[in-house]
C-alpha cells in the first residue's frame, strides 16, 4: 500500500512556473515508477508524465513537453514536477500516481495503482 500526498499548485500567470511535489509513503518506493497525470473541469483525466524506478527513464505528453520536467528523489520518497511556462490550458487538478514494476526501470504512461488527492492548479491569462 502506498499513500501519496500532492503540494504545491496555486494560482500563478500565463508564462509562469510552478513546481509540484508528491510525497510517498512506505519502504518500497523504488519499486514504483511514478506519473503526475491532471484533469480539467468536463474533462477526463489525462497522462502528463512519468519518471521510472531508478529515474533513468522520463516520459511527457505532447502537450507539456519542453515545459515540464519531472523528477524524483528516492531517499526522500519524492516525486517532482517542474512546471515552466505555464498556459491557461495547463489549468487543471494534478494527481501524482505510482504503479508498481517491481524490476522494470519503464516510465509508463497508465495502469497506476494508486493514487493522490490531487492538487489546483490555475493558469490566468
Not at 14 to 23: H, I, V
Amino acid at each position: 500500500q502506498v499513500q501519496l500526498v500532492e503540494s504545491g499548485g496555486g494560482l500563478v500567470q500565463a508564462g509562469g512556473s510552478l513546481r509540484l511535489s508528491c510525497a510517498a509513503s512506505g519502504r518500497t518506493f523504488t519499486t514504483y515508477a511514478m506519473g503526475w497525470f491532471r484533469q480539467a473541469p468536463g474533462q477526463e483525466r489525462e497522462f502528463v508524465a512519468a519518471i521510472s524506478r531508478s529515474g533513468s527513464s522520463t516520459s511527457y505528453a505532447e502537450s507539456v513537453k519542453g515545459r515540464f520536467t519531472i523528477s524524483r528523489d528516492n531517499a526522500k520518497n519524492t516525486v517532482n514536477l517542474q512546471m515552466n511556462s505555464l498556459k491557461p490550458e495547463d489549468t487543471a487538478v494534478y494527481y501524482c500516481a505510482a504503479r508498481w514494476v517491481l524490476y522494470s526501470d519503464s516510465s509508463p504512461r497508465d495502469k497506476y495503482d494508486y493514487w493522490g488527492r490531487g492538487t489546483q492548479v490555475t493558469v490566468s491569462s
